[in-house]
């Protein structure tokens, strides 16, 4: 006999192909849901659908976007000389978040990961080199501080060097409030590499 009605087990198993998303949680979102209105659930399905169907990629960077080109990329005010170069459009949500840059993104789409089977080509690489065209003075690296991350990083700085356009690459390091002694030897190691004078 199975733990659930048929309705509410196909429910929770949607709900558990979501990543984070453990068994018990998944259970309670659905819960959650049986308690809505019928015009709060199919709210809520329009919006999935919605998503699904409005949000596409920019033809420019590759971030999120509901036309043919993201927020950014249509900000005349944003520095185009000036590209940042992320895994994903969580990245570029994080660091809009901080205000601090005023530059132009491009989303890779991923790592090199080759256990995985992700090469260079099947990332957005291609169109990253197409768009250094001799405005752009600096690319930013920022890819996550993993060792796919690092190949990326490496992979790209070659790439891009060989254009002529300088490259960076994030300064990594001890998060604040944070104790020396917990540190592992790679974020230390980062935290010398990135120092800056005071």
């Known amino acids: 006999m199975a733990e659930y009605i048929l309705p509410l087990e196909r429910l929770i198993e949607q709900f558990r192909r979501l ?5 018990k949680t ?8 049986l308690d809505y209105t019928a015009d709060e659930a199919k709210a809520f ?19 999120i976007a509901d036309g043919d080109i993201c927020q950014v990329c249509a900000d005349e005010r944003r520095d185009r000389s000036t590209i940042c170069v992320v895994e ?4 570029v949500l994080s660091l809009e978040r901080v205000r601090e840059y005023n530059g132009v993104y491009h989303v890779l789409g991923g790592v090199i990961s080759p256990m995985s089977g992700i090469g260079p080509d099947k990332l957005n690489i291609a169109s990253l080199l197409s768009r250094l065209d001799g405005s752009v003075r600096e690319v930013i690296i920022a890819t996550n501080p993993t060792v796919e991350g690092e190949a990326t990083a490496m992979y790209l700085t070659k790439k891009i060097k060989a254009l002529g356009v300088g490259v960076s690459r994030l300064a990594y390091g001890i998060p604040v409030g944070s104790d020396l002694e917990y540190a592992d030897e790679v974020t230390l190691m980062r935290a010398l590499e990135g120092r800056r004078s005071m």
């Open 26 to 33: 998944a259970v309670r979102l659905a819960f959650s849901l």
């Open 88 to 91: 994903d459009a969580r990245a």
């Open 19 to 23: 990543p984070g998303i453990g068994q």
């Open 45 to 63: 399905a329009d919006a999935i659908i919605g998503a699904k169907e409005q949000i596409h990629s920019c033809k420019i960077c590759h971030n």
